[in-house]
């Protein structure tokens, strides 16, 4: 399943990350694509919301530290894949564990790792619009994303792209 949204502002990028939080399942996988500054953080915080992450706790990219896990309903393994040179990196983060737990799992800069991933994951693509509103297409790969992404697109009515 795919399907697109136009979010107007920040605030809606972060509410769609909210709206996913609270949807998904656990054992999710959720790939972020985009350019620089596209809003895959401020997505990444709206999951956190989403999954009762408490407010006090500051979501944050994890650029530099690779791997931020924050705890709510479900835990939140954030992980920024940008710096690795390749696939033994991701041992060296302890990614596998994480990939097929019982938590929730969100990758910014997954593009050079798509193999490594398990196939049934939601891929989110992140773009601009000229007025500064972001446009996130949502791509389900599997049956378990193929769930979330109807879900999602339920939730997210009031901002389908036609």
Same mark, same amino acid.
């Given at each position: 399943?795919?399907?697109?949204? /136009?979010?107007?502002?920040?605030? &809606?990028?972060?509410?769609?990350?909210?709206?996913?939080? $609270?949807? %998904?399942?656990?054992?999710?996988?959720?790939?972020?694509?985009?350019?620089?500054?596209?809003?895959?953080? %401020?997505?990444?915080?709206?999951?956190? $919301?989403?999954?009762? *992450?408490?407010?006090?706790?500051? *979501?944050?990219?994890?650029?530099?530290? /690779? +791997?931020?896990?924050?705890?709510?309903? /479900? %835990?939140? +393994? +954030?992980? =920024?894949?940008?710096? /690795?040179?390749?696939?033994? &990196?991701?041992? &060296?983060?302890?990614?596998?564990?994480?990939?097929?737990?019982? #938590?929730?799992?969100?990758?910014?800069?997954? &593009?050079?790792?798509? %193999? #490594?991933?398990?196939? =049934?994951?939601?891929? *989110? @693509?992140?773009?601009?619009?000229?007025?500064?509103? $972001?446009?996130?297409?949502?791509?389900?790969?599997?049956? @378990?994303?193929?769930?979330?992404?109807?879900?999602? $697109?339920?939730?997210?009515?009031?901002?389908?792209?036609?």
């Amino acid at each position: 399943m795919t399907f697109s949204v /136009l979010l107007p502002g920040p605030a &809606d990028t972060w509410a769609a990350g909210d709206a996913l939080g $609270r949807l %998904a399942p656990p054992g999710s996988v959720v790939t972020l694509q985009g350019p620089l500054g596209a809003g895959k953080t %401020a997505f990444a915080q709206g999951v956190a $919301r989403g999954l009762d *992450v408490p407010g006090w706790c500051y *979501v944050t990219s994890p650029t530099y530290a /690779l +791997h931020n896990r924050y705890e709510g309903r /479900l %835990a939140l +393994h +954030h992980f =920024d894949l940008y710096r /690795l040179a390749g696939p033994a &990196d991701l041992e &060296d983060l302890g990614l596998e564990d994480a990939l097929y737990g019982a #938590d929730l799992c969100v990758l910014e800069w997954p &593009d050079r790792f798509f %193999a #490594d991933l398990p196939p =049934d994951r939601l891929q *989110v @693509r992140f773009g601009e619009t000229a007025d500064g509103g $972001r446009i996130l297409d949502f791509e389900s790969c599997g049956p @378990r994303s193929a769930e979330l992404a109807a879900e999602l $697109r339920r939730a997210l009515q009031g901002f389908l792209r036609a």
